[in-house]
């Protein structure tokens, strides 16, 4: 489960005044586990702010955020960073990709910095999952776009993460590859029961959630599935 | 078609846009040819000097010389027969001899003149009262020394001073401060005096057999008619013992060693062009695969490809002449220091000029350069199909590998011709082609195989190990290329210590050596029963004497063998060696047994079972030279008596063991009656022996010279320090170049990767970790280059010692240690500040949605 408690958080608005800007302002938030919930809301709204700190990257001005009732905010450094790494995987919009490894190895490059055996058939499994099991030694540079995403989404998978967080996964992908990518998405989190925060601007991408929130004013309205 | 102020503001957008790279483009520029720059001022102030001032170094605007004694009625002869019509004339002979002051003694160069010299330019000499003068007449009883034998002799009051110069006493009446016809006098073995001819028969010290070299110098009535003189008398003369100058063409003028210097030097500069292309080419490629995206959408937008190509050629013109202008001004800003070097511690009297020519040729090689190097990104960019951006296959758009060899060996042609025209010789130009290209593809190879190896064990590391090696393995680009410019500028600076140590090590005389102390030569007949006496009773030793016999090669196989005399626009140096090679005399000797500086290598030593024709060895190098091989038949003109030889043998020589060592060897019982003189060496003693020993010698026989051989070395030494300094400061530069392309790659490397680096923050790395893979990877590549240039580098010092100088390799540990301290050093350092971004790394911009990969090559 994912609790968010009072997240506030606000920036300089240049390097020499000290007038602040407030993106997010005592957020709350539950996502029970395997729940899949959508963060929608107008460019500029804190989308990526709340990713941000929601993945552990950066730091609120206060609140606290608890995965599975660990409280980031209790972390601190390689401890931090660590259980980032185990209990988080994140999609970006741009897929990410590091070019000069294979599809394999960008897939297992998480276990491998965490010092955890690599599976070769599970990564093998893993990559047939998201249509991949063909591309396993190619390198990114090789992939289309759809396939870009969904390696993507199998390295964010690898971990077998306790929250998986999605940043616009279909922002940049052409509405044909884009459903496919998302079909695979939410078949790929339903299948293994992750605890998902989708981040988008497509209503109907955010309908395939469980919940839907707006952010607006710093704080998630929840938004109605039939609106 | 665009207008060109159209296509200057595409040009202006592009230089703006890319401030960074274009900085690295002018910095790579300017360090590769700052050497090259430099030595093109050097190549053209001694040009100038030697041009301006021909007639001053040559000594006339004719002269006649021999390294014989010329007659007075010989040179009659040959003024009338080639009706030489000349305002005035001077005599000079030179030869070696020995000069004594109290207890000292010395080996000196006498010069003595007659009147009218010098026929041009001013002696200038600082009298022994201090004043200066300009000397206009060396009277009978006179004698001008170099300043450094006043030190030598241990002269401390100068007035009233009388050296004993052969038979007689002369007063010395001044040092000589300047003298133009010894402008450049690199290396001399010994100091030089001046004497009147009027005394030269009173010394006693020319006698039959002796080695003098006689001049006779005109100052014509019309000094452009020298040439045609010149032509007239080769044409008359054929005695190839006389030589005849012209002070219209070019001549060395006795600073020959300076211009082999200056070639060297040329060469190792064209290492720091060789890399600052090779790196050139990376960031042209590099340029492209950033802006190909823009010229795709420049081509859709309507810009041809004719527009694109100017565009692009404008742009790299613009940047190559800042970097030509940039160059320039570092060069003319250490001019002043340069020449107070040249002036304190070479002793090389050279006024650095800044040549218009000179700028305009390294104008073209530096502007030109470039475009040459562009042409496969100039290509890739015109061919590009526009469409590619619409399919994304932007990374397609490349050249076919026959249009990038083809390229290549254009590249390649064009770069031996300009080593062939830097060292001013085919042979030397060519090795150093084949040699650079060899050490190159060495290296590749080596890289190549390592990486392929790496990676099928890549998967055995650690982590962080691993992440290094296959970001290495996967960017063969960057990887090869910092791998081989590190290589090959580690080699050039690894060359120049082993050689040099080989060469010291050799030459020095130590108590092991074989090198004698003193070596001494035109020893009469007359003069040998009393002067092996004197050795016995100073130092114990019973000596050898060697005799030689002057001559001359008048036919190799009945082939007459004659005077070469080559003209033309370009003279590589064998050219000039060869003519002035063939036209010398040639000294032989006689002997029953071979000695222990020499082995034979082919054919048999003397059987005395030849019949009519006498037996005769060979030096090796000597007979492939003349073009004489076993068997054939040579003829010797030996005083006027022909005297015929048969190759039955040929030699190596160790002619560092300074023994006396001869081309030419005929069997005994054939030159026994032919006039000669003798040599000898004296072993191993010490320098109050050698002093006691000069100065019996010189007592009794002053013609007698004698070389105080370690003395002879230690001033070698020096020479030789001098040499290596000059080619081992070209040789850093090379490193520099090197450095530099190594901080470029690191710096975009950094750049490229930081979005790697942040993604991998977000995939669990630590800070530490990152800069631990990043530090690896770098040192690893940069510590490989290092280990392979030394071996690499001490691999080829070892063939150049063994096949050039034919000497066994000593390889200079200390330099190799401080060097790889040095760079060890230096590496850390650069590594240090590239990685600083890595400190700083925000992984939350992977959030801000910019760019699909995380690297880009």
């Keep these: 489960m994912i609790t968010i408690n009072q997240l506030s958080k606000s920036y300089q608005l240049t390097t020499d005044s000290s007038e602040k800007m407030t993106i997010l302002h005592d957020l709350n938030l539950t996502v029970q586990t395997g729940e899949v919930v959508a963060v929608v809301g107008a460019s500029g709204s804190g989308k990526s702010t709340l990713l941000g700190l929601v993945s552990g990257l950066d730091q609120p001005d206060h609140g606290e955020i608890l995965i599975h009732g660990k409280s980031l905010q209790s972390l601190r450094g390689n401890e931090l960073t660590n259980f980032r790494a185990s209990h988080i995987g994140v999609v970006f919009q741009q897929y990410h990709l590091v070019s000069h490894l294979t599809a394999f190895e960008n897939v297992s490059l998480p276990l491998e910095i965490l010092n955890k055996p690599v599976v070769k058939s599970d990564i093998i499994e893993l990559l047939k999952q998201v249509g991949l099991g063909h591309r396993l030694d190619h390198k990114p540079t090789q992939l289309s776009g759809g396939e870009s995403q969904r390696l993507a989404l199998a390295r964010a998978l690898a971990i077998k993460p306790s929250l998986l967080l999605a940043d616009e996964p279909s922002g940049s992908l052409d509405s044909e590859t884009g459903e496919k990518v998302m079909n695979l998405f939410f078949e790929q989190v339903r299948l293994h029961n992750t605890t998902t925060m989708l981040v988008t601007h497509d209503m109907d991408l955010a309908r395939r959630c469980d919940k839907i929130y707006k952010l607006h004013g710093g704080v998630l309205h929840p938004v109605s599935q039939a609106m | 078609m665009q207008s060109f102020s159209k296509l200057l503001h595409f040009v202006r957008k592009d230089l703006l846009s890319q401030k960074k790279l274009n900085a690295f483009f002018v910095f790579n520029l300017v360090l590769g040819f700052l050497g090259f720059l430099l030595l093109q001022v050097f190549q053209a102030s001694l040009d100038q000097q030697t041009k301006d001032k021909a007639q001053e170094i040559l000594g006339g605007d004719v002269v006649i010389s021999a390294r014989r004694v010329i007659t007075d009625d010989e040179v009659k002869s040959i003024e009338e027969k080639v009706n030489l019509e000349f305002i005035k004339k001077a005599k000079s002979s030179d030869f070696f001899a020995m000069v004594k002051f109290g207890e000292q003694s010395r080996l000196v160069l006498i010069r003595s003149v007659g009147d009218n010299y010098p026929v041009y330019g001013d002696l200038e000499i600082k009298t022994t009262d201090g004043k200066k003068d300009v000397l206009k007449n060396i009277t009978p009883g006179a004698v001008y020394v170099d300043p450094e034998l006043i030190d030598q002799l241990k002269i401390t009051d100068q007035s009233s001073t009388q050296l004993r110069v052969g038979d007689i006493d002369l007063s010395l009446k001044g040092v000589l401060t300047s003298d133009p016809s010894r402008t450049f006098r690199l290396g001399a073995l010994a100091p030089f005096i001046l004497i009147s001819e009027k005394d030269l028969s009173a010394t006693n010290l020319v006698k039959p057999g002796s080695t003098v070299t006689t001049s006779y110098l005109y100052q014509l009535n019309d000094p452009m008619a020298a040439d045609a003189i010149k032509a007239d008398l080769e044409k008359n003369y054929l005695d190839p013992s006389l030589r005849f100058n012209s002070a219209l063409q070019e001549d060395d003028g006795g600073n020959r060693v300076f211009r082999y210097l200056i070639d060297y030097l040329g060469l190792v500069s064209l290492i720091s062009i060789g890399l600052c292309f090779l790196c050139l080419s990376y960031m042209l490629n590099w340029f492209f695969q950033i802006q190909k ?202 060359l120049l210590p082993h050689i040099k140590k080989s060469i010291i090590e050799e030459v020095r005389p130590a108590h092991s050596s074989k090198i004698p102390s003193v070596f001494m030569f035109d020893i009469q007949m007359d003069q040998k029963d009393e002067l092996v006496k004197i050795v016995k009773d100073k130092t114990g030793q019973d000596i050898e004497l060697t005799p030689l016999v002057r001559s001359r090669i008048l036919k190799i196989n009945e082939q007459n063998y004659e ?295």
């Design chain 2, 563 to 857: 005077r070469v005399e080559e003209q033309g626009f370009f003279k590589t140096r064998e050219s000039e060696n060869e003519a002035r090679f063939r036209n010398r005399g040639v000294n032989l000797t006689y002997k029953a047994k071979l000695q222990e500086s020499e082995d034979l290598v082919e054919g048999q030593w003397f059987t005395g079972q030849n019949g009519e024709v006498s037996e005769i060895s060979l030096e090796e190098k000597y007979a492939e030279r003349v073009g004489a091989k076993l068997g054939d038949v040579m003829t010797f003109d030996v005083q006027g008596l022909e005297i015929k030889g048969k190759v039955t043998s040929l030699r190596r020589v160790r002619w560092t063991s300074f023994q006396p060592n001869f081309f030419i060897t005929f069997q005994p019982g054939v030159l026994e009656e032919a006039p000669q003189v003798y040599l000898s060496a004296v072993m191993q003693i010490n320098q109050d022996q050698v002093r006691e020993l000069q100065n019996a010698v010189v007592d009794r026989f002053a013609n007698i010279s004698i070389i105080n051989v370690q003395q002879s070395v230690e001033k070698s030494l020096v020479f030789i320090d001098q040499m290596a300094l000059a080619l081992q400061v070209m040789a850093t530069l090379a490193l520099v170049v090197g450095f530099f392309i190594f901080i470029i790659l690191i710096n975009t490397q950094v750049g490229e990767r930081i979005n790697e680096m942040n993604l991998l923050q977000v995939l669990g790395s630590t800070q530490d970790q990152l800069y631990r893979i990043m530090i690896t990877q770098f040192s690893l590549i940069a510590f490989l280059s290092l280990l392979v240039g030394l071996g690499l580098g001490s691999l080829i010092s070892y063939a150049i010692v063994s096949a050039m100088f034919k000497l066994g390799i000593y390889f200079d540990y200390v330099s190799m240690l401080s060097l790889i301290v040095v760079l060890v050093s230096i590496t850390f350092g650069v590594l240090k500040v590239s990685m600083q971004p890595l400190r700083s790394l925000q992984p939350l911009t992977l959030l801000k949605n910019e760019g699909g990969l995380v690297d880009s090559k």
């Design chain 2, 293 to 494: 995206k823009t010229i795709a959408i420049y081509k859709i937008l309507g810009l041809d490809e004719s527009s694109i190509l100017k565009v692009q050629v404008l742009k790299n013109l613009f940047l190559s002449i800042g970097s030509f202008v940039m160059a320039l001004a570092i060069v003319i800003l250490a001019l002043a220091p340069v020449q107070a070097l040249l002036d304190n511690y070479f002793k090389i009297p050279i006024n650095l000029i800044v040549s218009p020519k000179q700028i305009l040729v390294s104008f073209f090689v530096v502007v030109l350069g470039p475009q040459l190097i562009a042409i496969p990104t100039y290509l890739a960019a015109m061919t590009m199909n526009p469409l590619m951006l619409l399919r994304q296959e932007l990374s397609q758009a490349h050249l076919s590998r026959r249009t990038q060899i083809i390229w290549a060996v254009g590249v390649g042609l064009l770069f031996w011709g300009l080593a062939v025209w830097q060292s001013h010789s085919l042979q030397t130009g060519s090795i150093f082609m084949v040699g650079l290209i060899g050490a190159t593809l060495t290296a590749w190879l080596f890289i190549s195989v390592l990486r392929r190896a790496t990676a099928l064990v890549v998967d055995k590391f650690n982590f962080d190990l691993k992440y290094a090696f296959l970001s290495l393995i996967r960017k063969p680009g960057s990887t090869d290329l910092i791998f081989m410019t590190m290589t090959l500028s580690v080699v050039v600076l690894t």
